[in-house]
């Protein structure tokens, strides 16, 4: 099982790359990027190209609606040359309060725009003449003088791995008939064939033999040590901002997820909380077992009963937010444990 990270798109770049520059001599495998809305992904994954020299480097996510599918094949080539071959492009259709609230794009379609861009996408960076006619996109446009174009730049790779975050069986179902990769979230390996085994063998059923195997991302915070349970409140408002905060009532992806994680009631008042201003009580409402269930926090014992626990549920890249006072030296040891 190989072994990521995750940077948010807030912070100080600088610090990240050093940050990231000591996990890779750790043995990390792959840094993912963020960006919602707050410093752009692409930036900073071009600046940990130049920083580091082993490390995979992706981006997670890139939403298919503020950018069109020709600039993100020209952002996978570009990144793709810059880091000599370890780009990663992680899409997704994100939701309404990003793509509306801050794009004023209309969130509309995301399933078939999802993959017309995955097509598109990957005919530019086969440098093939780009020529699609979809729902969603018509390239080149109707009626103008434009004609079809190839990529004018030559990547060192005919194809960037394209990996999809996704979390509804419909969205998991694409991701795993025609990308490279899945990056869910708030994953619970004890509920993910529960939750998305159905989605996963009708999208493998109708994958190509071109294709290789599906890689699954998953992961979360980890600490290892006889006294740590405290690092998981640490995590309480960032589960109460996604399970209550995004997206209004009836319209939250991440407060679905855990309702079909069996947390029904606690899904609802989390959110009712939440909406109403009452973050710090939002919080406390997380349930302690979700907590448990989606990260990595006890004795190392434990801790490696956790790595086993996402391998056996198919996940293939641990993702992983380390704890502790020697965050490399923490890397290290989840290296030698997830291998």
Same mark, same amino acid.
């Given at each position: 099982?190989?072994?990521?990270?995750?940077?948010? =798109?807030?912070?100080?770049? +600088?610090?990240? !790359?050093?940050?990231?520059?000591? %996990?890779?001599?750790?043995?990390?495998?792959?840094?993912?990027?963020?960006?919602?809305?707050? %410093?752009?992904?692409?930036?900073?994954?071009?600046?940990?190209?130049?920083?580091? =020299?082993?490390?995979?480097?992706?981006?997670?996510?890139?939403? $298919?609606?503020? +950018?069109? @599918?020709?600039?993100?094949?020209?952002?996978?080539?570009?990144?793709? &040359?810059?880091?000599?071959? +370890?780009? $990663?492009?992680?899409?997704?259709? =994100?939701?309404?309060?990003?793509?509306?609230?801050?794009?004023?794009? @209309?969130?509309?379609?995301?399933? *078939?725009?999802?993959?017309?861009?995955?097509?598109?996408?990957?005919?530019?960076?086969? /440098?093939? @003449?780009?020529?699609?006619?979809?729902?969603? %996109?018509?390239?080149?446009?109707?009626?103008?003088?434009?004609?079809?174009?190839?990529?004018? &730049?030559?990547?060192?790779?005919? =194809?960037?791995?394209?990996?999809?975050?996704?979390?509804?069986?419909?969205?998991?179902?694409?991701?795993? &008939?025609?990308?490279?990769?899945?990056?869910?979230?708030?994953?619970?390996?004890?509920?993910? !064939?529960?939750?998305? *085994?159905?989605?996963?063998?009708?999208?493998?059923?109708?994958?190509?033999?071109?294709?290789?195997?599906?890689?699954?991302?998953?992961?979360?915070?980890?600490?290892?040590?006889?006294?740590?349970?405290?690092?998981?409140?640490?995590?309480?408002?960032?589960?109460?901002?996604?399970?209550?905060?995004?997206?209004? /009532? *009836?319209?939250? %992806?991440?407060?679905?997820?855990?309702? /079909?994680?069996?947390?029904?009631?606690?899904?609802? /008042?989390?959110?009712?909380?939440?909406?109403?201003?009452?973050?710090?009580?939002?919080?406390?409402?997380?349930?302690?077992?979700?907590?448990?269930?989606?990260?990595?926090?006890?004795?190392?014992?434990?801790?490696?009963?956790?790595?086993?626990?996402?391998?056996?549920?198919?996940?293939?890249?641990?993702?992983?937010?380390?704890?502790?006072?020697?965050?490399?030296?923490?890397?290290?040891?989840?290296?030698?444990?997830?291998?």
């Amino acid at each position: 099982m190989r072994l990521s990270t995750m940077l948010t =798109s807030g912070g100080d770049p +600088r610090a990240a !790359a050093e940050q990231v520059a000591a %996990f890779e001599a750790a043995g990390l495998d792959t840094v993912w990027v963020a960006e919602g809305y707050g %410093f752009d992904s692409p930036t900073l994954m071009g600046y940990l190209a130049a920083r580091t =020299s082993t490390v995979e480097i992706g981006s997670a996510i890139l939403n $298919v609606y503020s +950018r069109t @599918p020709a600039l993100l094949a020209q952002t996978a080539a570009g990144l793709d &040359s810059v880091s000599g071959g +370890r780009a $990663v492009i992680g899409l997704g259709a =994100s939701g309404p309060q990003v793509v509306e609230g801050w794009h004023g794009v @209309p969130h509309a379609r995301p399933l *078939g725009r999802t993959k017309e861009v995955v097509e598109i996408m990957r005919a530019a960076l086969r /440098r093939e @003449p780009v020529e699609h006619d979809g729902p969603s %996109f018509r390239v080149p446009l109707p009626g103008s003088p434009g004609r079809p174009l190839k990529l004018m &730049s030559r990547p060192p790779r005919p =194809s960037v791995p394209i990996y999809l975050a996704a979390l509804g069986p419909k969205s998991v179902e694409g991701a795993a &008939s025609y990308a490279d990769g899945w990056l869910p979230f708030l994953y619970s390996p004890e509920d993910a !064939a529960q939750v998305w *085994g159905d989605a996963l063998a009708a999208g493998a059923a109708a994958r190509s033999a071109d294709l290789a195997p599906l890689e699954i991302v998953a992961g979360g915070v980890v600490a290892v040590g006889e006294d740590v349970k405290g690092v998981l409140d640490l995590v309480r408002p960032m589960f109460a901002r996604y399970i209550g905060g995004m997206g209004g /009532r *009836g319209t939250n %992806f991440y407060n679905d997820l855990v309702r /079909r994680y069996g947390y029904e009631d606690e899904a609802r /008042r989390i959110q009712e909380l939440y909406l109403d201003g009452k973050k710090r009580e939002a919080e406390a409402a997380v349930p302690l077992e979700l907590l448990e269930r989606v990260n990595l926090v006890g004795p190392a014992s434990y801790v490696k009963e956790r790595i086993e626990a996402f391998r056996e549920s198919g996940v293939t890249n641990l993702q992983v937010t380390p704890v502790g006072d020697d965050a490399p030296e923490l890397v290290r040891r989840l290296k030698e444990w997830s291998t």
